[in-house]
């Protein structure tokens, strides 16, 4: 049987190409909200950090009605970082629409996830995006598609999709450039016609992968897949099946069943095939896992989620000022709360280390435990973290491998020389260079993940603000060799107490301070970066010894530089392998591991006999 009322599609792209904004308009334009209704812009960002950093994070569900006909749509992220929401929401849908900026083009993660489409043999619409901007370029867009296209060997369907031209912000779409934009129909029509509707056999054994979970404190997991085989009824008895774990045998009871409706999600008592719907009450339901007929056990065969490439450590925070701003601050707070997240991150893990108080974690890239981090902190956890390093394999031979980027950046000419120069000192070998229609350069560089720890700081600083960077993971290659990290010390405080005008004034000369008068520091606190390559003590705390002898000018008001504040992507990037990110719901605070100098001498000097 064939579903012709149902359509299920995933929006892919790069990140910042338009996704989230174009279904806004689809969902504006199909009467999902009132007329008079008040709509944030990005509703489907619903986040907090999405909609600051203008980015998506989770995938997210939603429908819309066209012509009596209910299509499902997946908003996935764009973020390489995310990558494994995108690998797995794809097995819900029967086609995708790939959202392409009509002046960038095609980049590292348009690649990355079309690949994963044409893999699972899905149908393709290319959506030119942004087709009002002054510097668009539509048709040389169109073709670098197609050139991408065949260089991931799509088949000769694939290779016929439909193209349309649209504005997601303007909220229109046209199947031809010369047609007057009106509305966003021509892309409904071009969803009807070109994504097939999904088809199985609605009398038969029930089976339904799970491909999303979500979390809710009332109800606990809620998994979101498409029902392939059969129906599935609230209170109806079913089994609990996992293609990668065939010991996995759990009967278990459907207690609720939802469908998307617009933003919502509304009690349904059945679905059937073709149905994208949202179950709760299974504990220990897994993404991956199949719902079947108890007496059919049939898993579905599921793509295992890329592996992490990169991982710190969560550390209970034991500085002189800790407890003092966190509500939650014990490892049995953090350990639940990171085995927590677990139940929605797929691509995350979480390792309990010899240590009880330090737990392994390791993810996708620095942005994707930033968000972690981040996250937690506002939700009044305080813990501390170590400099991200990257995850190393070993081969058959027992040679060491390490994880590699393609990184693509873009920057003016003239700080081109700068950009090849630094990243060859990181061990990036440069692949390919080309000049871009506005006059900026492309460069297209092979980097071990290694390199690319630290480097954005830097990257923005050559390049005036100016440059652009995307990255996408390569795959493991043999080890590059050893590199630094940073090529300068830390200005370290070497009492505790509060730092004052008088003792900042004496340290600035030594580099860049992180801090300002007033803050509360701790022997071993890092309170700013030395202009040279090693550590420099500092006294902060230092006030101006008083005599009754006053001299002409010596009392003048002291003029400080204002300290530079990092945020929590930089004060990662900064930090080195012998310190810590002490972070709070209020602050952030850079240490070193070994607070007592003599013992941080003592440790120097052993690990460089060591080596």
């Not at 303007?170 to 892309?187: C, K, Q, Y």
């Not at 979480?350 to 994707?368: A, I, M, N, P, Q």
């Amino acid at each position: 049987m064939i579903r012709e009322d149902i359509r299920n599609i995933a929006i892919i792209a790069h990140v910042d190409h338009g996704k989230t904004t174009l279904v806004d308009e689809l969902l504006k334009q199909s009467g999902v909200f009132r007329e008079n209704q008040e709509v944030a812009e990005r509703v489907m960002d619903s986040n907090d950090l999405e909609r600051e950093r203008g980015i998506t994070i989770l995938s997210k569900n939603t429908a819309v009605v066209y012509k009596g006909t209910k299509i499902n749509i997946i908003d996935t992220p764009g973020h390489a970082d995310f990558g494994g929401e995108v690998e797995r929401v794809l097995k819900m849908v029967n086609g995708v629409i790939l959202v392409v900026d009509a002046f960038e083009g095609p980049m590292p993660q348009t690649r990355f996830v079309l690949k994963h489409a044409l893999e699972l043999d899905l149908p393709v619409i290319v959506c030119i995006n942004k087709v009002d901007r002054p510097e668009a370029r539509p048709e040389e867009v169109e073709e670098e598609v197609l050139e991408l296209l065949l260089d991931l060997e799509a088949s000769d369907e694939q290779l016929d999709c439909p193209f349309v031209y649209a504005s997601a912000k303007s909220g229109f779409a046209v199947t031809d450039l010369a047609d007057e934009p009106r509305n966003m129909i021509p892309l409904f029509e071009t969803i009807l016609k070109h994504i097939p509707a999904p088809e199985g056999d609605p009398q038969g054994p029930l089976q339904m992968l799970i491909s999303t979970i979500d979390y809710n404190e009332y109800v606990g997991r809620i998994g979101v897949g498409k029902v392939d085989r059969g129906t599935i009824r609230v209170n109806q008895e079913a089994l609990l099946v996992n293609h990668h774990d065939p010991d996995k045998k759990q009967k278990v009871k459907i207690s609720k069943l939802y469908e998307f409706d617009g933003l919502a999600k509304v009690d349904v008592p059945e679905a059937t095939i073709g149905s994208i719907v949202a179950l709760s009450g299974i504990a220990d339901l897994r993404i991956g896992d199949t719902i079947c007929a108890v007496d059919t056990p049939e898993p579905i065969p599921f793509q295992k989620i890329s592996e992490p490439t990169i991982s710190m450590n969560f550390v209970v925070n034991d500085s002189p000022l800790a407890g003092q701003e966190g509500k939650y601050v014990t490892s049995r707070h953090i350990r639940e709360r990171l085995y927590r997240e677990l139940n929605t991150d797929v691509s995350l893990r979480v390792e309990d280390t010899e240590d009880t108080d330090t737990f392994k974690v390791s993810g996708r890239g620095e942005l994707h435990l930033s968000i972690l981090i981040e996250t937690m902190r506002r939700e009044g956890y305080e813990f501390a973290v170590s400099k991200a390093e990257v995850i190393y394999k070993y081969d058959d031979r027992n040679r060491k491998l390490e994880p590699m980027e393609l990184a693509y950046i873009d920057v003016p000419e003239e700080f081109a020389g700068t950009v090849i120069q630094k990243l060859s000192l990181r061990k990036g070998e440069l692949q390919g260079m080309s000049q871009l229609s506005d006059g900026t350069t492309r460069l297209e560089f092979s980097i071990p993940s290694r390199g690319l720890i630290g480097f954005r700081n830097d990257f923005l600083t050559d390049t005036k603000g100016t440059g652009v960077i995307n990255t996408t993971f390569e795959g493991y290659a043999p080890y590059k060799g050893d590199l630094a990290y940073r090529t300068q010390g830390s200005l370290i405080a070497f009492e505790t107490g509060e730092a004052v005008a008088y003792g900042l004034f004496n340290a600035q000369d030594r580099g860049t301070l992180f801090i300002g008068p007033g803050e509360k520091v701790y022997s071993g606190m890092v309170i700013g970066q030395s202009g040279k390559s090693e550590d420099i003590e500092l006294n902060v705390c230092k006030t101006k010894h008083l005599t009754n002898t006053r001299a002409s000018g010596s009392d003048d008001a002291l003029k400080l530089t204002p300290p530079r504040k990092l945020s929590l992507e930089q004060a990662m990037e900064f930090i080195d392998t012998d310190e810590l990110l002490e972070i709070t719901p209020k602050s952030f605070r850079i240490r070193k591991k070994i607070l007592d100098p003599t013992m941080r001498k003592r440790d120097m000097i052993r690990n460089s006999q060591k080596r």
